[in-house]
């Protein structure tokens, strides 16, 4: 044990919580994981595990999310490099360990060795853990420098989420016989600066910086020969482009004598994927010294039965690092390069005509049409195939297959006289080589694959039998297409990103190709809301006035005027806004104004803006319909402090709180936004909801305050002032469609740069999560400048604004952290929260033998909303854990500290203030008439002082109840 805890020590960091993976007796579907937040829990729960003949590993990485589980991407930090050498590639042991001193001269001695059971595991420990994003090119450097030096070890040595065995536990590996323990050889105390070991390493001449690509491509790989695909109609792969185009297969060829056998392997698993393969991989192949025709053959069999699919670039990144140096392509495999890319043509309809000439006769015209005919996502029309994008399940990566040799498409339905008016459904269909023609289906025929092949054999249609299903996908999405084409000459129920791609403002659509669809039919009761959404004035006079906002100081009002677009990107983000409160004590410093600006990128701002008389439920529905477009409350100064926090809460998590009818039915819940919230007051907001909480970190985290007393406004004459009041009324909706079409055609561009800006800030608040609303936020609102700057329309310096933000960030955040709520104040805060929502249960004594229990309320709580159960007989109080954990994320308290503070909050007498760690499963309605299943609680002991509230001025004779199942 005592090793084990030396060497969790020295490898992991301190901070994220740890990792045990292990695989029980016949379970078959990967590794289960443990999720741990100390070395000691790690160490014990391995013992423990390994003492049942379990085999364990441990990451080497901590991580943040639980539920995300242990993927490189939900790491944390990393403190050591490592070297996991197999034995087995060796003569002998001894030769193993020379190369691991060969490397040692380069890099250093390793800080532990340990034993593993068939091999060796070497750790470099680092002086400081490293994020991730900084320790992978660390972690690529060095397994650059030791497959350079010939080492034979694994190639995972940069993969954050690796795991390895723990000294103490045991290697069960059935080649070995008797299990062999993992023991710990040696442990010195050596720790490494990273940027000295990023020198070291760096100097090493790892491997050629870059690959030049061959004058010209060697004639052997070009010719007949036979495919290891064969048989699918799947889109081919070329080797000529992929070599011209790939470092690492240009690498591979020419390296082929040198290369180790994982790089030979990854190599030919890609080859096996091209046209003429197997010829190609032995090209690949035939240069090396142990080379021959029939070990390359059996392991091409190999990869064929196993129906292994091509390389993906992460794989190569492992085995040859140096090899993608440099790469600019953004691909997840090398066997993209080699596609010849399918090239969408517009299909041709063969339409007929009846024309009756000036002498009576009738003429038959066929006449040919290009209709705009949208192909559903996942399938393309080449011109002469439909072919459908086909995933495979293990790369991930997309080929096309031929579905159906010509072209078909629903043209119209109509209710069918002869069978009870049910919709029949008319294909125009174009078989290879036929003329075309027009059948119809009914459309009960869409239920199934077995109903369209049905009705298309019947008819005469000619396609592989495989592909039924692919053709009643592609006929029912062009029929939904179709409906839905016709739905939408109504207006959107929400503005803002629609599931379609498109765009709403107002009564106006914007696609993708910014064609707009202008004046969609309104109903009545919002004709005039959405007239606000009509533009007016000039662009140029919007510019001129936003332009008034540039100048030093300024910052705090660009970003108000910037925020108000950023409901565009905040998509991106998976979050909603923050609630931008702009506050002065005086009147006349331009908060106002500013909300306003926020406005007029969509639409008349006075008419828009939201009063302080609108209630809760009013702004609900507002925020509702605009879905990502702004919304103002101007001067919120004089609403009560539970109205604030309940406005702040809903705006951020983008919906309303559910609500119950005076039946207690639940009353119906407003579609979700995702929007960005400005409030405007004389006076602070986070001041007046902190007078009222004692812990509002959760709640400050959903709200960027900015006081607008700044040297700024008396910068700003008297004209200015005037021009910025009237230039954001007087010209509005004109800027907000630029920022939609600059979104739809760079969606990379702005996703890369609210990337970088989030780094930024995520460092501004020494990546705390509970900010992540804010750096969300910010990251949208700098897009907007960003691509307004591009677009002409704003020429605000964007890194100003960065160094604005990542202060103001660094002062709320500091403002925020008033105190950490003890474990008895953030349970008596739940405890007010929900007093409505308790049940207690004592009990009377009737006569000697007679014990009856009281239940309050009598009938138990109306809804089923039950949150807690107070039974005062056996002094326990049952706290709903959901409940309890929703509670605790909304105001920023973290569960899992919460039970280990409580756990050890003891009074005098001994006596805790939760009875056990685990969860109970109870019943908090049972004996009641309230619904209630049986639900995970916390059990709180009446007896401690936090909770004597309860039992205050009541009989509490302790009566036997049935025994609760404990959760294991």
């Known amino acids: 044990m005592q090793d084990a805890l030396r060497y969790l020590a020295a490898v992991l960091p301190a901070n994220g919580l740890r990792v045990v993976a292990y695989k029980p007796p016949r379970w078959t579907k990967g590794f289960k994981h443990l999720f741990l937040a100390t070395n000691e829990e790690v160490a014990q729960e391995t013992s423990r595990l390994d003492a049942e003949g379990i085999t364990t590993y441990i990451a080497l990485a901590t991580y943040a999310d639980p539920t995300a589980g242990r993927k490189a991407a939900n790491t944390v930090e990393l403190q050591c490099l490592w070297l996991d050498v197999d034995y087995k590639h060796y003569p002998s042991p001894a030769e193993a360990a020379a190369d691991v001193e060969r490397l040692a001269e380069v ?8 034993q593993s059971g068939g091999g060796m595991h070497a750790y470099w420990v680092l002086r400081e853990a490293l994020p991730t994003v900084q320790w992978k090119p660390l972690a690529d450097a060095f397994q650059a420098t030791w497959q350079s030096l010939g080492v034979k070890a694994d190639t995972l040595s940069a993969d954050a989420a690796r795991i390895l065995r723990l000294p103490g536990s045991h290697n069960r590996k059935p080649e070995y016989g008797a299990p062999r323990e993992v023991v710990m050889e040696s442990f010195e105390d050596i720790t490494y600066d990273p940027s000295a070991l990023a020198a070291k390493l760096h100097a090493h001449p790892a491997a050629p910086a870059a690959i030049q690509a061959p004058a010209a491509i060697p004639s052997a790989l070009f010719g007949s020969g036979d495919d290891l695909g064969g048989g699918l109609e799947l889109r081919p792969s070329f080797i000529e482009p992929m070599i011209r185009q790939c470092r690492q297969v240009q690498w591979a060829y020419q390296h082929q ?121 996942g399938f393309v029309y080449d011109g002469q195939h439909i072919l459908k994008r086909v995933k495979d399940e293990q790369t991930q990566l997309w080929r096309e297959e031929i579905i159906f040799r010509g072209f078909l498409c629903p043209e119209r339905l109509a209710a069918s006289e002869r069978n009870n008016f049910a919709t029949d459904i008319q294909l125009y269909v174009q078989s290879e080589g036929e003329k075309p023609r027009r059948i119809t289906i009914p459309s009960k025929a869409l239920s199934s694959k077995l109903d369209i092949a049905r009705e298309l054999n019947g008819k005469g249609v000619i396609y592989m039998a495989k592909h039924a299903a692919d053709l009643l996908n592609l006929v029912q999405r062009m029929t939904q297409d179709a409906q839905a084409q016709r739905r939408s000459a109504t207006v959107a129920e929400q503005m803002g990103w629609q599931d379609d791609g498109t765009f709403v403002v107002g009564s106006t659509a914007y696609r993708r190709d910014m064609t707009p669809q202008y004046d969609l039919p309104v109903p009545p009761s919002t ?37 108000g677009a950023a409901g565009v990107f905040l998509p991106l983000t998976k979050l909603s806004g923050v609630v931008l409160s702009l506050y002065s004590q005086e009147s006349g410093r331009g908060k106002s104004t500013a909300g306003l600006a926020a406005l007029s990128w969509w ?21 509702s319909r605009h879905k990502n477009l702004p919304i103002l409350m101007d001067e919120v100064t004089d609403k009560p402090s539970w109205e604030l926090e309940a406005l702040v809460y809903s705006m951020n998590q983008g919906r309303e709180k559910e609500r119950l009818n005076s039946d207690s039915s639940p009353k119906p819940v407003l579609p979700g936004w995702m929007l960005p919230a400005i409030t405007t007051s004389n006076s602070s907001v986070r001041a007046k909801l902190q007078s009222q909480r004692g812990d509002t970190q ?54 890369s740069i609210m990337d970088k800006v989030s780094v930024r800030l995520d460092q501004a608040v020494d990546g705390d999560p509970t900010y992540r609303f804010w750096i969300a936020s910010c990251a949208a609102t700098i ?23 990542v202060q103001t960030l660094r002062d709320q955040r500091t403002d925020s952290v008033v105190r950490v709520a003890s474990s008895t104040d953030i349970l008596a805060q739940f405890l007010e929260q ?32 039950l949150v807690g159960r107070a039974e005062l007989p056996v002094h326990s109080l049952y706290i709903s854990l959901p409940a309890f954990m929703r509670f605790c994320n909304d105001n920023g308290y973290d569960v899992s500290s919460f039970i280990r503070n409580a756990a050890t909050d003891i009074d005098a007498v001994g006596t805790p203030l939760l009875k056990t760690n685990s969860p109970v499963v109870v019943s908090l309605g049972r004996g009641t008439r309230t619904p209630s299943a049986r639900t995970k609680a916390l059990e709180f002991n009446l007896l401690h002082p936090a909770l004597r509230e309860f039992t205050e001025g009541v009989d509490t004779k302790v009566k036997e109840l049935p025994p609760i199942r404990r959760v294991k």
């Open 107 to 114: 890099v250093g001695a390793p800080s532990i060795k340990v």
């Open 257 to 377: 004598d040198t290369q180790s056998e994982p790089q030979w392997f990854a190599t030919i698993q890609l080859l096996r994927h091209v046209e003429d393969g197997r010829r190609i991989a032995h090209a690949f192949s035939n240069k090396h010294p142990g080379y021959t025709k029939e070990s390359t053959d059996e392991k091409l069999a190999q990869l064929e039965a196993k129906n292994i699919g091509p390389t993906t670039c992460e794989r190569f990144r492992l085995v040859n690092p140096a090899g993608c140096q440099g790469c600019e392509f953004r691909i997840t495999s090398p066997i993209q390069l080699g596609y010849k890319e399918t090239v969408p043509v517009a299909p041709v309809i063969t339409t007929t005509q009846h024309v009756t000439t000036e002498d009576g006769e009738v003429l038959t015209v066929e006449r040919e049409d290009r209709p705009d005919i949208k192909m559903p996502q």
């Open 527 to 563: 004709k005039a809301v959405l007239r606000n959404y009509e533009p007016r004035g000039s662009l140029a006079a919007w510019k001129k006035t936003a332009e008034l906002y540039n100048r030093r100081g300024g910052e705090a009002y660009q970003f108000a005027l910037c925020y």
């Open 603 to 623: 639409g008349n701002p006075d008419g828009l803006k939201s009063q302080s008389q609108d209630t809760l439920n009013s702004l609900f529905h507002k925020a």
């Open 698 to 751: 959760g709640l400050f985290a959903r709200i960027i305050e900015v006081s607008m007393d700044l040297p700024f406004p008396e910068q700003v004459g008297y004209l200015d002032r005037i021009a910025l009041r009237t230039g954001f009324v007087e010209n509005y909706g004109l800027a907000g469609p630029l920022i939609v079409k600059f979104a739809m055609e760079n969606h990379d561009v702005c996703a």
């Open 783 to 805: 897009a907007v400048a960003a691509a307004s700057r591009q677009l002409g329309l704003l020429q605000y310096d964007t890194e100003a604004m960065v160094k604005w933000i």
């Open 834 to 865: 929900n007093t409505n929502r308790l049940l207690t249960v004592s009990e009377r004594q009737i006569n000697a033998s007679t014990v009856i229990p009281i239940y309050h309320p009598e009938d138990g709580v109306r809804g089923g909303q």
